[in-house]
């Protein structure tokens, strides 16, 4: 099982970036796939995270500006981040559950300063 995320950077306040996470290995979207976030000295939290029929919940201080989606014929889970502001500086990690275990990317980083 893999997962590999792509997407992050440097984005000025305000900004836009598209977070991918490629998965292989298990059969894309058949449990719950997610995005979260730790900073240094802090635990991994949730970011958003979205079902296979589609559902998606996220966190109240995302909400309005991420977006989760997916494309099963890429195996790609996706999450589309606007109106960035410092406070989104975080390693973002993707996550997939399969059966009882837990499969995470590599984190890719994410600064929003100007």
């Known amino acids: 099982v893999e997962l590999v995320e792509s997407g992050g950077g440097l984005v000025q306040p305000g900004g836009s970036l598209r977070l991918s996470c490629v998965v292989s290995?298990?059969?894309?979207?058949?449990?719950?796939l997610a995005w979260y976030r730790q900073v240094p000295g802090k635990q991994r939290d949730l970011v958003a995270s979205?079902?296979?029929?589609?559902?998606?919940i996220y966190v109240d201080s995302v909400k309005g500006r991420f977006t989760i989606s997916t494309d099963h014929a890429k195996n790609t889970l996706y999450l589309q981040m606007n109106n960035l502001k410092p406070d989104d500086t975080a390693v973002y990690y993707c996550?997939?559950?399969?059966?009882?275990?837990?499969?995470w990317g590599q984190g890719t980083q994410v600064t929003v300063s100007s």
């Open positions: 996550h997939s559950k399969w059966i009882t275990l837990d499969y």
């Open positions: 290995g298990i059969i894309f979207g058949v449990y719950p």
């Open positions: 979205i079902t296979n029929d589609g559902s998606t």
